[in-house]
């Protein structure tokens, strides 16, 4: 089943302004993942953030997590049309606390103009 | 380091047919997943083998689907009989041990059942 629901379902924006995207997830969760998926290079692992963090930076990437409302935000900064992409959001259970198994979202197709 | 290989890239085959899927996971790597993509949605899992063991399949359809991890190396994904709701993009994954571990993903096999 999907527990991750990603929102909107699609973002069209011009490069150079900033993408925001939605997971809200049903569940409470041992730590939540983002996920970057394209034609050209599949899907790759973009970053994690563990249950007791609030907000994590990688590069152009800022992502945040509100426990208490069950959701996460992923903010793309300065987008490239490079980014254009479909962005997931996926969760891992505390039922799943020794397999670390993934459930994904059904994603977010971000698509970044010239 | 080299990436997470599958084969075939593509498959076409009728309904009731069989089919077969390989995947050779990152060296060192003990964790294996086998996903469903259907079009339109996020990967869902099917099977996670940890070595050669199987850790979860609770989502494998197990009447017609099957998968091994011989050596706990290379696995493969068996679907027989196939039906068209078997239509999907097939990845497979690895990761090291730890739940905190990012999985990294190949390239994929689309299957089409017509």
């Known amino acids: 089943s999907q527990q991750g629901e990603e929102d909107p379902q699609a973002l069209s924006i011009q490069e150079g302004e900033n993408a925001t995207m939605n997971c809200s997830y049903k569940t409470s969760i041992n730590n939540l993942q983002w996920y970057r998926q394209n034609s050209g290079r599949g899907l790759v692992h973009l970053i994690l953030i563990r249950s007791n963090e609030r907000e994590k930076h990688s590069g152009r990437l800022r992502v945040t997590l509100d426990t208490s409302k069950k959701s996460s935000s992923l903010l793309i900064t300065a987008s490239r049309a490079a980014d254009t992409a479909s962005y997931f959001c996926a969760t891992v259970p505390p039922s799943s606390s020794n397999t670390g198994k993934l459930i994904f979202g059904q994603g977010t197709t971000l698509q970044v103009k010239p | 380091e080299a990436g997470v290989a599958q084969s075939p890239r593509y498959k076409i085959i009728e309904k009731r047919q069989s089919v077969a899927f390989w995947c050779n996971p990152i060296s060192g790597h003990a964790t294996l997943y086998w996903y469903q993509q259907i079009l339109g949605q996020g990967p869902k899992l099917l099977i996670q083998?940890?070595?050669?063991?199987?850790?979860?399949d609770s989502q494998l359809p197990k009447d017609r689907f099957s998968a091994e991890r011989l050596k706990g190396v290379d696995s493969t994904l068996k679907i027989q009989p196939a039906k068209l709701e078997d239509s999907a993009v097939y990845l497979c994954a690895s990761s090291s041990e730890g739940i905190y571990n990012e999985q990294f993903f190949g390239p994929g096999t689309r299957l089409t059942v017509l």
């Open positions: 083998f940890q070595n050669n063991g199987v850790v979860d």
